[in-house]
């Protein structure tokens, strides 16, 4: 291992809206199977923002001061031995990664049957007591290391981990060419969606927010935009003259949104849930669910997509980049955090460098 410093500067909740820089201990050497990365670039996730919010994310509570972030890039600065990457290749000191942050066990009912997202012994970054990325280095499963070419920068290599979100999302939704869609929340998880639903061959995507700046960009990549106080589930329903849309994909916060997906969608219609509710609770209309006879699908991260995302980004068929609307250095992440949880300022999507 090359030499690096005795401390590092890391990121750590502490409790709500308590995020601190702090000088903690850099990692020791690799284990068996293990890296240690030089963090790169994070992006604030929506779910960052709930853990900041409430220091808790569903039923798990933060403990203790904990590292957050969970999108990111990095390059290998030593590996342990018998260390093989996402691709069961060799990976070597000096390689450009995306990083998977689950860490799943490889041998439960689920990852045998091709789950990894549903494994029952998963850990992962910045999930307490796991922590996260918003820190210069740290200790990650050779596994969870995805090698990316010179093509694709930092940035883009980060935001590898919210487009495989989002490409889970869109293969549970099963898009047909010529679907209609509706998309709740215009955040990256939501543009992305979108992105990947009109190549997959929708027709008509409507998309709405509650952030104008953030339905000028779905409008520019073919989305028909519709702010929440202008009534989505009417305009909807007057669009598609009471039919409904085919397919609803809830990409927000998961409280109102989530009734609104199921009386977007027309009977038989597919409605799949993305976002993360605040207060751990789903709610919706029964009555409206069961007549329409839905396809109700909650999508949980994702699962051996890596790959296709490096794919589409090499291909040029997804715009990761304009997503990107604010930059911070690590000794900043307080600020980064603050100005996102208040999204202030245009924000759309917030990354960390280290």
């Known amino acids: 291992m090359r030499s690096v410093p005795d401390f ?15 000088r903690v201990p850099v990692p020791g050497p690799p284990a068996v199977g293990q890296v240690l990365l030089r963090v790169k670039t994070t992006g604030i996730c929506g779910s960052d923002l709930h853990s900041y919010h409430d220091a808790r994310i569903g039923d798990t509570a933060i403990e203790g001061p904990l590292a957050l972030g969970h999108e990111f890039s990095a390059v290998v600065e030593a590996a342990g031995p018998e260390v093989s990457d996402g691709g069961h290749q060799p990976l070597a000191a000096g390689t450009r990664v995306a990083v998977d942050p689950a860490q799943p066990c490889g041998r439960c009912e689920s990852c045998d049957q091709g789950h990894p997202n549903l494994c029952c012994r998963l850990h992962f970054c910045g999930n307490y007591p796991d922590g996260g990325s918003l820190c210069e280095w740290l200790h990650m499963p050779a596994r969870s290391c995805y090698p990316v070419p010179d093509a694709i920068d930092d940035t883009q290599a980060a935001l590898i981990e919210p487009l495989g979100v989002a490409i889970h999302a869109v293969d ?72 409904g849309v085919d397919i609803t994909i809830e990409a927000a916060w998961a409280d109102h949104s989530v009734a609104q997906a199921v009386e977007m969608a027309r009977l038989g219609g597919r409605v799949v849930l993305v976002g993360i509710p605040g207060d751990d609770r789903l709610t919706m209309k029964h009555s409206t669910a069961r007549r ?63």
């Open 292 to 354: 329409k006879g839905l396809t109700i699908r909650l999508s949980r991260r994702m699962k051996h997509v890596h790959q296709r995302a490096i794919g589409l980004i090499l291909g040029g068929r997804v715009d990761l980049s304009t997503l990107v609307s604010h930059r911070f250095p690590l000794a900043q992440a307080a600020d980064a955090f603050r100005l996102n949880a208040a999204y202030e300022d245009g924000v759309v999507k917030v990354v960390i460098d280290s």
């Open 172 to 243: 549970l939704a099963k898009v047909h060419v010529g679907n209609t869609v509706a998309i709740i929340g215009a955040g990256a998880i939501g543009l992305m969606i979108l992105e990947l639903v009109r190549l997959s061959g929708a027709s008509t995507v409507f998309v709405t927010d509650k952030f104008p700046w953030r339905l000028a960009l779905a409008e520019r990549w073919g989305a028909r935009p519709v702010l929440c106080d202008d009534d989505p589930v009417g305009l909807v329903s007057r669009e598609t003259r009471g039919r």
């Open 8 to 22: 590092m500067l890391a990121a750590r909740l502490h409790g709500p809206r308590d995020l601190r820089v702090e």
